[in-house]
């Protein structure tokens, strides 16, 4: 299977939480970002965790990391019509250097 | 303080020609890593270039090369180009490869 797996699109109503899932298979990886892109531009990178952490925080943004189970959670509270994107996990094993490996992305639609 | 930028944005070529791309990371970064992004799917790396030698590459044919000069800037070059070369080419940089910063990519059209 592909090294990182993604969901192709989630749909949800403006105000609601957003929650963005993502699988990857190398348990020795570090390093997970979420990256965000908007039609016709490059990526933003909204976050990243360290394998080290179960969860981060950063304004309306949560990471959830479950090693176990090689899992990554983006959750966006209060998702807003401006949040629509296409969302991607990247990883960073140690067998691809510095290289970040992505998954191929989940389309985020809010409707208000 | 301005991001990362790439040149041009927008490129028509046909099959069989050259293309050069061209990146200028952000300030106080030394490390520019290229990925190429096809319609539909997630970008995929391509190489990364660290004190002016290519660092790492990824499972891209020799006709994809590049070069990083002194001020760290970068130029992708592809040669005899394929319909399938068609792509959004990303540039991204780093101070040493960590937390990477992407530009706003060249689309690149090959007819």
């Known amino acids: 299977g592909e090294d990182v797996e993604q969901s192709l699109f989630l749909s949800v109503r403006e105000g609601d939480s957003s929650v963005i899932n993502c699988t990857y298979t190398?348990?020795?990886?570090?390093?997970l970002y979420w990256y965000k892109q908007e039609p016709g531009a490059g990526l933003q990178l909204l976050t990243y965790?360290?394998?080290?952490?179960d969860m981060k925080q950063d304004q309306r943004l949560t990471v959830l990391l479950n090693k176990k189970d090689k899992h990554l959670s983006l959750r966006i509270a209060d998702t807003q019509t401006g949040d629509s994107a296409i969302y991607f996990c990247?990883?960073?094993?140690?067998?691809?250097?510095?290289?970040?490996?992505f998954g191929k992305g989940t389309t985020l639609s809010v409707s208000s | 303080d301005a991001g990362v930028t790439q040149s041009p944005t927008h490129l028509i070529k046909t099959r069989g020609q050259q293309v050069t791309l061209r990146c200028s990371p952000k300030s106080g970064h030394d490390t520019v890593s290229w990925y190429q992004q096809a319609l539909g799917q997630g970008p995929q790396f391509i190489f990364q270039?660290?004190?002016?030698?290519?660092?790492q590459r990824g499972n891209f044919p020799d006709r994809f090369s590049g070069h990083q000069f002194p001020n760290y800037s970068s130029e992708l070059n592809v040669n005899a180009l394929l319909l399938g070369d068609s792509a959004l080419y990303l540039c991204?940089?780093?101070?040493?490869?960590?937390?990477?910063?992407f530009g706003p990519g060249t689309r690149l059209t090959v007819l």
């Open positions: 270039y660290y004190e002016e030698e290519e660092r």
């Open positions: 990247a990883d960073r094993p140690p067998k691809a250097g510095t290289a970040l490996i």
């Open positions: 991204a940089s780093s101070l040493g490869g960590d937390e990477q910063f």
């Open positions: 190398d348990s020795s990886s570090t390093y």
């Open positions: 965790i360290f394998s080290n952490m």
